[in-house]
């Protein structure tokens, strides 16, 4: 009940976000782009971790705590992508490819996939469901490989 | 309806987040730390820039965008204050000085101050009230602005 509403409104909050906001205009420069997107990455990845933690048995599995974690990484999930403006990309680790802009629609799909494995990384951490929640730090890990693997130099 | 609805829902996940990740011990070493906070700080930055810029008349008022914005800025604004772990203050630019840890008890307060504000900035956001707005961005940014005075190297 929780998480839908959640998710419904976070939901709500990137459309209008990406309604208002088109592209990667809303940057002044594009280093603050690659700033912003890098630090929504941080702290995505920060609590992404804390739940893959657990589901790796690093640490005690808690519903509570997988949830909170799961609702931040919901909502950065969706920041990043409208900072990606052109001529950004780099050849440094953790750079973008060229291949971002040049297979955008395959790279707008990925973040896509992300996303909605995100939406059901939340509803397993509510179920309070240690197996759940496993398969979902799974197949949320997998879409975070998937692009890395294609558009980030590794 | 809405806001208050998300605000309840996001309170319950920062609720969650500090009852199951108390303090600092959920960052293996003081630089995650350094770079989470950071992170965090960097993205409710540039939300609470683009409806500062509203406030301003340098963008056209919109307040989906508004709105939409500043949901993010209140899920960040709960984020950073986990990860002021002993011993990361500094001298240079943007570091915390060394009084955030003397004086813990009053950045708390300072935090949690203008987490409120920006409980009133959402609400003034969905108001679709310039006014409103432009009051909301001010008290919000008086209190960004008190912290940095009293606990950041400028």
Redesign the interface.
């Known amino acids: 009940m929780?998480t839908t509403?959640?998710l419904m409104?976070a939901m709500?909050?990137?459309?209008?976000?990406c309604?208002?906001?088109p592209a990667s205009a809303?940057f002044a420069k594009p280093e603050?782009a690659v700033?912003?997107r890098?630090?929504?990455f941080?702290?995505m990845a920060?609590h992404f971790g804390?739940i893959a933690a657990m589901a790796q048995g690093k640490v005690p599995f808690?519903a509570?705590?997988a949830?909170?974690?799961a609702?931040?990484v919901a909502?950065?999930a969706m920041?990043p992508y409208s900072a990606f403006p052109e001529g950004t990309h780099g050849t440094e680790k953790g750079s973008p490819k060229a291949n971002v802009w040049s297979e955008r629609a395959k790279f707008d799909a990925a973040a896509k996939t992300m996303q909605g494995e995100v939406v059901k990384l939340v509803a397993a951490a509510r179920s309070n469901n240690l197996d759940a929640l496993k398969a979902a730090v799974g197949n949320t890990g997998k879409t975070c490989k998937a692009c890395h693997d294609n558009f980030r130099n590794e």
Request: with cysteine; charged share 25%; hydrophobic share 50%.
């Open positions: 929780k509403k959640f409104i709500t909050c990137v459309a209008g976000l309604a208002a906001l809303q603050d700033k912003y890098k630090a929504s941080t702290v920060t804390r808690d509570a705590a949830t909170a974690n609702e931040v909502v950065m920041l």
